[in-house]
């Protein structure tokens, strides 16, 4: 079992920045893709950004491209999430996800474990 632990959201201003961290509770945290996903009120889940195992290989959504920055640090068992030029629309929770799958994937039905949510909202 894999506990996923978010924090550093909060409150913004359009243009700011904030930098999101996932601690996980397992020592072969190293062994597995992560992801962070968010969804808005009234809204589906959506992806923003992947990181593979060995932090090499990343993916973004479009959406968020150029403006967010996923990595890892496997000493520490953390992932970050590095927002900035923040916008009102990436207002939503924010969460962090892990699995172990052969390819990393986008999709937030194939992530086994999940954090509980850290909130971001971003005025105007």
């Known amino acids: 079992q894999v506990q996923l632990v978010e924090s550093g959201g909060g409150l913004v201003q359009a243009g700011g920045s904030l930098r999101l961290s996932c601690a996980a509770s397992t020592r072969i945290f190293s062994s597995y893709d992560m992801a962070w996903f968010r969804q808005a009120p009234g809204k589906e889940r959506e992806f923003v950004a992947a990181l593979n195992w060995k932090g090499i290989s990343t993916y973004y959504a479009d959406s968020v491209k150029g403006r967010f920055t996923i990595s890892r640090d496997n000493a520490k068992n953390t992932m970050y999430l590095q927002m900035n030029s923040l916008k009102p629309e990436d207002t939503a929770v924010y969460y962090c996800?892990?699995?172990?799958?052969?390819?990393?994937?986008?999709?937030?039905?194939?992530?086994?474990?999940w954090g509980q949510g850290t909130q971001v909202t971003v005025s105007s």
């Open positions: 996800a892990a699995e172990r799958g052969v390819v990393t994937t986008t999709k937030w039905d194939e992530y086994d474990y």
